[in-house]
T-cell receptor, first 111, second 116 residues
């Protein structure tokens, strides 16, 4: 059964800090790994990483996929209070029609 | 470009009742997926609809059923509600095309269902 584990479960940092969120996975026939940010309700898409695109960057956020270690990290530099959210990692495997999510990392950025 | 919209936003039902949740997919998307998110957990896949047919199902009992309409909108029906069905129900749409990778899922704001 496909599985995603995220760590840490929660994190409190101060504005300006850099954070690294971790995601490890077990999946049959890996297709892609996705990161989402969930503030109140709708998870919003951040990045999709595949075998042909193992590193993505957008502003202060960046993500790397390590296919050998079956893991990914999400980095946020110069954190702001608006970064406070739940960060969800998900993988797409053999069937290609579903995301398997981890439980998420709760990030709180204090001013 | 309109995003994914869901209705209603909140709903309170009694154990044993039935509920219907609705979703309009993002324009240009042809696939709708439903997820259940219990408090403190990540979303769990319920099922996906593509071309009005179920295209994969997660570990949910048959009392969870769905429909997709020709305009790609969708409904999630849950019969014989149980207390554990209380959760945020998320609808997501994407574009599936032949010979191309699926686009990332785009989620709606969800329906918060409380079963008492």
């Amino acid at each position: 059964e496909d599985k995603v584990v995220q760590s840490p479960l929660s994190l409190v940092v101060h504005e300006g800090d850099t954070v690294t969120l971790n995601c490890s996975y077990e999946v049959t026939n890996f297709r892609s790994l996705l990161w989402y940010k969930q503030e109140k309700k709708a998870p919003t898409f951040l990045f999709m990483l595949t075998s042909s695109g193992i590193e993505k960057k957008s502003g202060r956020l960046s993500s790397i996929l390590d296919k050998k270690e079956l893991s990914s990290i999400l980095n946020i530099t110069a954190t702001q209070t608006g970064d406070s959210a739940i960060y969800l990692c998900a993988v797409v495997g053999e069937y290609g029609n579903k995301l398997v999510f981890g439980a998420g990392t709760i990030l709180r950025v204090k001013s | 470009e309109t995003g994914v919209t869901q209705s209603p936003t909140h709903l309170i039902k009694t154990r044993g009742q039935q509920v219907t949740l609705r979703c309009s997919s993002q324009s240009g998307h042809n696939t709708v997926s439903w997820y259940q998110q219990a408090l403190g957990q990540g979303p769990q896949f319920i099922f996906q609809y593509y071309r009005e047919e179920e295209n994969g199902r997660g570990n949910f009992p048959p009392r969870f059923s769905g429909l997709q309409f020709p305009n790609y909108s969708s409904e999630l029906n849950v019969n014989a509600l149980e207390l554990d069905d209380s959760a945020l129900y998320l609808c997501a749409s994407s574009l599936v095309g032949r010979g191309r990778n699926n686009s990332p899922l785009h989620f709606g704001n969800g329906t918060r269902l409380t079963v008492t």
